[in-house]
């Protein structure tokens, strides 16, 4: 599973070089767009990066008009990021490629084959939430 994986990052990075987006970047993007707007709290615990770290992250990302800040509206005090077209555009064109990536690879499995890998990694994913939820 760590060599896919490594494998799948590699060609993901690959793909990310034709963007003027970094890998972290490319993973806020994700969980802004999967998410909703998020304060820059949370979406550091999603990403598991230093609150300052983040804060620097999204500085780049609203330069590049990739996001912007927005005050929310039922407590002024609170500022969430939000996704603009740039960034979205950008992370559905590089997931698009992935896909077609993941695509070719699979092309040489049979139908039966392609199927039982899908049934396969939603069982081991849906197992992985059970222990995880323990």
């Known amino acids: 599973m760590r060599y896919i994986s490594g494998l799948i990052k590699q060609n993901g990075r690959k793909i990310l070089n034709n963007y003027p987006i970094t890998s972290p970047q490319f993973i806020a993007l994700q969980w802004l767009l999967e998410e909703g707007d998020m304060t820059i709290g949370e979406l550091s615990n999603k990403n598991g990066l230093a609150f300052s770290t ?3 992250l999204v500085d780049r990302m609203e330069k590049n008009n990739l996001v912007e800040r927005v005050r929310d509206t039922s407590d002024r005090r609170v500022v ?11 992370i559905k064109e590089v997931i698009k490629k992935r896909q077609e990536y ?27 939430n059970d222990v995880n939820e323990k």
């Open 54 to 56: 983040t804060t620097d």
């Open 80 to 90: 969430r990021i939000h996704v603009l077209e740039k960034g979205n555009t950008i």
């Open 102 to 128: 993941l695509g070719e690879v699979l092309e040489e499995f049979s139908d039966e084959e392609r199927e039982t890998l899908r049934n396969l990694l939603n069982f081991l994913y849906e197992r992985m």
